[in-house]
């Protein structure tokens, strides 16, 4: 049997209200021996049963076509439900639910008899990489009694909002410390970069490969081929582990760090380079080295998924597994941030292993003031204090790497300014 | 997040509805012998304040409008004496009170007409009973049978509701 999957008709509140009023009035009318109640009871007792009559016996298959539009801290969803023929659009009930991660108003929409259309405008107020779900729609009985879920196979959209600076950060030359197993010749065939040559088409060749003029003059169908344009590496490493701040704190520093390295791997791709990344919370989880539009959707998903880890693993696990899943000499970007002493450990203990990296550190600062209660006198003696203990950690940090503070979350510059003069960044 | 959640204005009220639902109750509130005239008042009362609930900012509020006019219908129609005009005037005012639930002003416009295949049966229904009521002679015999069917409807209503999968109709 195929088709779609059945929702079953579910009574909503106000079916058994009137249910139970219809019953207790034809109660009432045989006790009394009074039919005037038995004709207020028909219309109670049988509108539910009509309401599911009337309605389509199984999930009508709607289309639901959406998107996000906007840049930087604006989101903006537009999309349209479109129902089959014979089912007015009116009588369906779309529900959008907005991402923890965003704020704004509800979404609004616009009914016809043909089509929902939905619009919302959001703001992420720190750089965030989250989940916009498929809108439930539900077709609902226009008296309220009866509803049913349909059927639709959208899939979700991943909204990622990441500093400006980090799209032009893929213009840094990195260094191209890894060649692969037996690789002799700096330049690759491949399916990307520079034009190399035509060869006959395989059938796996997908259709932008083909070269249609060419195909048409052979009368053979024919392929372009690349040469692989490889730039050099980069690992994105993140610090998942809990630290004293408290699970709130570290879940919005690490939302902001997931965000940033989505930004960082997309910009680094772009320019096709490989991109490897490792997510450090009791063990190492780790997207391998690799280039290409599947490894942007290989590390959006695995950034999508990451999470802190309950349990604080030693700095020393992740280098040897680092050490384990990447070629040594890669340039390494680790987001940590360094709340406290025991976070300083990661970076000397991935340079000892031969991982040249640099600390990229969201700073917890302005999380901590926007939820502070102090009065205004405290509140500036406390922020002197903790930007004077942030200044020493940093500067600590820095003796074993170069370490950037991110202290404004919807700005990368410095980190940008630092990784394009390699001479710094060698140090 | 859904499309009704945000209040809904004053001007969202649907008039005709509600005057349909308000006419029909305190009609009934009239026949229904309530002391001093309070029947009417009482039935006006609780429309309005219905009406007032739908459009409360609070969607949570709004689910319960339906409350206060189901409650002054039975108070009216439970004392109401027996006659042809007023079974006629209860049924309509059940009807009308589901052509109002289906006027809701958090949805979008047109909901009584669209309504109509569902309020149709029960008209029909009472359509038919009326007459029968009507046409057929009184008797002990015609309470055997309602009570009779007042058996049958109660095991088919428990029986719906515990399974409403029976309307479910597989795709082949």
Known sequence: ?427 | MSAPTAGVGLRSVRPVSLALLLVSATYLAFLSGFPDGFGPVLAAVAVAFAAGLRVSSHRSIAGYAPVPVLAVLVLEVVPAPVGLGTELVAGLAGLAFLVWLADDPSRPVGGALRSLPTVAVPGLALGIAWSSALFLPAGTVPLGVAGALLALTLVVVAFLVGRPTVFDREEA
């Open chain 1, 1 to 427: 049997m195929s088709g779609p999957p059945l929702r079953p008709l579910r009574w909503r509140p106000l079916a058994p209200l009137l249910l139970a009023t219809g019953a207790a009035l034809l109660l009432v009318a045989v006790l009394t021996r009074n039919p005037t109640p038995l004709f207020l009871a028909l219309p109670l007792l049988l509108a539910p049963v009509a309401a599911g009559i009337a309605g389509p016996r199984s999930s009508p298959p709607v289309r639901i076509d959406f998107a996000l539009e906007g840049a930087a801290a604006d989101v903006r969803l537009r999309g349209a439900v479109v129902p089959e023929p014979g089912v007015d659009a009116r009588d369906l009930v779309v529900e959008v639910e907005r991402p923890a991660s965003l704020v704004g108003d509800p979404a609004r929409f616009d009914y016809s008899s043909t089509q929902i259309g939905f619009r919302a405008n959001w703001t992420a107020p720190e750089p965030t990489i989250t989940e916009v779900r498929v809108p439930t729609v539900l077709w609902r009985d226009p008296i309220g009694l009866v509803e049913r879920e349909t059927f639709s196979s959208a899939p979700p959209l991943v909204v990622s909002r990441y500093p400006p600076e980090l799209l032009r950060i893929g213009a840094v030359r990195l260094e191209r410390t890894t060649p692969l197993p037996g690789e002799t010749h700096s330049r690759r065939v491949g399916e990307s970069g520079e034009f190399h040559g035509i060869r006959p088409a395989r059938p796996d060749d997908p259709p932008r490969q083909i070269n249609w003029r060419a195909t048409a003059r052979a009368g053979r169908p024919l392929a372009n081929e690349y040469d692989l344009d490889k730039t050099g590496d980069i690992l994105i490493l993140l610090d998942a582990r809990p630290t004293p701040l408290g699970a709130s704190v570290d879940e919005r520093l690490f939302s902001v760090s997931r965000a940033a390295a989505v930004g960082l791997s997309d910009s680094f791709l772009r320019v096709k380079s490989r991109v490897g990344v490792g997510v450090f919370g009791e063990f190492l989880d780790v997207v391998p080295l690799s280039t290409g539009r599947t490894q942007r959707i290989r590390i959006e998903m695995a950034l999508k998924r990451a999470h802190l880890s309950p349990i604080r693993a030693p700095a020393e696990r992740c280098a040897v597994s680092v050490r384990r899943h990447f070629p040594p000499g890669l340039t390494t970007v680790v987001f940590s941030s360094l709340s406290d002493d025991s976070s300083e450990d990661l970076s000397p203990y991935l340079r000892r292993r031969g991982f040249p990296a640099v600390v990229l550190s969201p700073s917890p600062l302005p999380i901590l003031s926007a939820a502070s209660h102090l009065t205004p006198v405290d509140e500036q003696l406390a922020g002197r204090i903790a930007r004077l203990v942030r200044r020493d950690r940093i500067a600590r940090a820095w003796e074993e790497g170069p370490t950037i503070d991110w202290d404004d979350y919807w700005s990368l510059g410095k980190f940008v300014e630092f990784v394009r003069r390699p001479r710094i960044r060698r140090a």
